[in-house]
C-alpha cells in the first residue's frame, strides 16, 4: 500500500494549480487549514534553493470528528497533507496522502472505514485536476 497518490500536471504558475487543488478539494468537503511554503522556509532557515513546493494541509471537518471521536490521538496524524511541487520539467506533481496508510499503525478498527473514505474523496479530487 503506498501512502501517496500523484498526479503530474501542466500549468502556468503554482498559484494556479493552487487554485484549482482547493477548488477539487472544496468539491470533496476539504478546507486548507496549513500551508508550508518548503521553497522559502528552506532558503530562509538553511539558504538552500527549492523548485516550488507547497504542503498544504486539508481537513474534512465531517471526517475529522469522527476519527477524533474514535481516536483522540489521531491528532497527531491530522490533517490531510496535499502536496505541489514543480518538476525538472517544469510541470508540476499533485500529491495526496493515502489516509488509509497513515492510519494502518493506528490499529483501530473504527478508523479503517473512515480513513478509506477519506481515501477516496482526495482521489476523487485529485483525479479532478487538470481533467
Do not use: W
Not at 42 to 57: E, F, N, R
Request: overall charge negative; proline content about 5%; aromatic content about 6%.
Amino acid at each position: 500500500m503506498s501512502y501517496f497518490q500523484s498526479k503530474t500536471i501542466k500549468s502556468n504558475s503554482l498559484e494556479d494549480l493552487r487554485g484549482k487543488v482547493e477548488a477539487a478539494l472544496k468539491s470533496e468537503g476539504f478546507g486548507v487549514l496549513t500551508e508550508i511554503d518548503v521553497q522559502a522556509t528552506m532558503k530562509k532557515k538553511l539558504d538552500k534553493d527549492y523548485a516550488p513546493y507547497l504542503i498544504l494541509g486539508a481537513c474534512n471537518p465531517v471526517f475529522a470528528d469522527k476519527v477524533l471521536s474514535a481516536e483522540p490521538h489521531i491528532g497527531v496524524l491530522l490533517p490531510c497533507n496535499v502536496t505541489i511541487r514543480q518538476l525538472e520539467s517544469g510541470e508540476f506533481e499533485v500529491a495526496i496522502m493515502n489516509p488509509g496508510a497513515a492510519m494502518a499503525a493506528v490499529n483501530n478498527p473504527a478508523i479503517e472505514p473512515l480513513a478509506d473514505e477519506v481515501g477516496e474523496k482526495l482521489q476523487r479530487a485529485l483525479d479532478q485536476i487538470g481533467a
